[in-house]
């Protein structure tokens, strides 16, 4: 059954470095572009970071730009995000999601990503 599982997440103090992994199993995503979302209590969901199929092209939120980095694996069917100079307002559960559309020249909406895996809890304290 196809799967995306979420790791890397944790406490951390503000200014410090997180390393979250998106392992896929049961289905390939080298031609699909992926994601990462954020929810955080009483705020509403946040893309973060998208990546293209083919990797190269990429977006950032005003939030994290310059501070997170997307980056994809396709030997390893594998994303990751990157977080640095994490801040308080970073604490959330961070979720990954693949592009429903193949191979799409353009970024998708939130309603696009249909394949999400259970997310990871990252806390950043002051």
């Known amino acids: 059954q196809a799967q995306l599982v979420e790791s890397g997440g944790g406490l951390v103090q503000a200014g410090g470095s997180l390393r979250l992994s998106c392992a896929a199993s049961?289905?390939?995503?080298?031609?699909?572009?992926m994601c990462w979302f954020r929810q955080a209590p009483v705020k509403e969901r946040e893309t973060v970071a998208r990546?293209?199929?083919?990797?190269?092209?990429?977006y950032y939120s005003d939030s994290v730009k310059g501070r997170f980095t997307i980056s994809r694996d396709n030997a390893n069917n594998t994303a990751y995000l990157q977080m640095n100079s994490l801040k308080p307002e970073d604490t959330g559960v961070y979720y990954c999601?693949?592009?429903?559309?193949?191979?799409?020249?353009?970024?998708?909406?939130?309603?696009?990503?249909?394949?999400w895996g259970q997310g990871t809890q990252v806390t950043v304290s002051s």
């Open positions: 999601a693949v592009d429903s559309r193949i191979r799409s020249p353009i970024w998708g909406t939130q309603n696009d990503y249909d394949f």
């Open positions: 049961g289905r390939t995503l080298s031609n699909y572009g």
């Open positions: 990546i293209y199929w083919r990797g190269g092209n990429t």
